[in-house]
C-alpha cells in the first residue's frame, strides 16, 4: 500500500507555491502480510527507512498515480517535473527504489502492458506549471534501474479531458497479437479552455514488440451540449468491432475505419 504521511496534498502546480500551501506529503510504502493465527495484516516493512532512506518524491511533490505488477511497483509525483518511480518489491521485506525518470508532465494513470512496457495517461504542463492537453507516454521499464522515456504525445489543449478523471472504468484495452489497441473517450480543446471542444472515443496503438505509440482516428460522439460529460462514456473491443456508449447511445465502429 502507497499512504501520505499528511493529511492533505497539492491538486496544482500553483498551490504549491502558494503562501497559504499546505506542508508536503512524503509518501510511505507499506508492505503487509496476515499475521499467523490472527485475523489481520501486520507490517512486514516500510519504505522509505533506516537502511533505504531515499523519499519517494521529492520536496513539495505530489504523488498523481500508483500501479502495483507482480514484484514491480510505479509511482509518478509531480510538482514542476514528473519523476517516474519503479519500486522493487521482489523482496517483500526489503522494498526498495530501483530507479527514476524525469520527464515533462505526469501521468495519472499507469498501465503495464507487459513486463517492460509501461503506458501512461496524464497532463502536459509548460515551463511556467500551467497544465496543458492530456499526455500519453510510453515507458521502457524492462530495467529497473533505467527507466526510459520511449514517446509521447499531446491530445488538446488545455481543458480537454479524458475519462479517466471521472472514473477509473474509462479506459478500454484489448492486447491482438503485439499491439495493443487502447480506446478512451475524450473531449479535446482546439485552444485552452476553448468551447465546445470535439467529443468521441480515442483510438490508441502500442506496438508491444516495436515499442511504438501510434494515435488513430477519433470515433466522434453525436452532437452534445458544448461542453459533454465523460463520466457515463465507456468502450468495449469484440474482435475488430469497437462498441462506444455515450450519451444513452450506442455505437459501432471498425476499429480501423
Do not use: C
Not at 479517466?164 to 491482438?176: C, F, P, V
Amino acid at each position: 500500500a502507497l499512504t501520505f504521511t499528511g493529511e492533505t496534498g497539492w491538486v496544482l502546480p500553483a498551490d504549491a507555491d502558494s503562501t497559504n500551501a499546505p506542508p508536503p506529503s512524503p509518501a510511505t510504502l507499506t508492505m503487509l502480510r496476515e499475521a499467523a493465527g490472527e485475523r489481520k495484516l501486520a507490517t512486514l516493512a516500510t519504505l522509505p527507512n533506516a537502511k533505504r532512506p531515499e523519499p519517494i518524491g521529492k520536496a513539495g511533490e505530489q504523488v498523481h498515480a500508483v500501479r502495483f505488477a507482480g514484484a514491480r511497483g510505479y509511482v509518478v509525483t509531480f510538482r514542476r517535473i514528473d519523476p517516474l518511480y519503479v519500486l522493487d518489491l521482489a523482496n517483500p521485506a526489503d522494498p526498495r527504489i530501483a530507479g527514476s525518470l524525469e520527464v515533462p508532465g505526469f501521468s495519472d494513470w499507469l498501465y503495464p502492458l507487459n513486463d517492460a512496457l509501461l503506458f501512461g495517461v496524464g497532463r502536459e504542463v509548460d515551463s511556467l506549471g500551467r497544465l496543458g492537453g492530456l499526455r500519453l507516454g510510453l515507458f521502457d521499464v524492462g530495467d529497473a534501474a533505467n527507466p526510459l522515456a520511449l514517446d509521447a504525445r499531446t491530445l488538446g489543449a488545455a481543458g480537454s479531458q479524458s475519462a479517466l478523471d471521472t472514473s477509473s472504468h474509462g479506459l478500454n484495452w484489448l492486447q491482438r497479437g503485439n499491439v495493443a489497441r487502447i480506446a478512451l473517450p475524450v473531449t479535446l480543446t482546439a485552444a485552452p479552455f476553448a468551447s465546445s471542444p470535439v467529443h468521441g472515443l480515442q483510438r490508441i496503438e502500442v506496438d508491444t514488440s516495436a515499442r511504438t505509440l501510434v494515435i488513430k482516428s477519433l470515433l466522434n460522439a453525436p452532437a452534445s451540449a458544448p461542453y459533454p460529460d465523460l463520466w457515463s462514456d465507456r468502450s468495449l473491443q469484440l474482435g475488430d468491432t469497437l462498441v462506444y456508449f455515450t450519451q444513452g447511445q450506442v455505437l459501432s465502429a471498425p476499429w480501423s475505419p
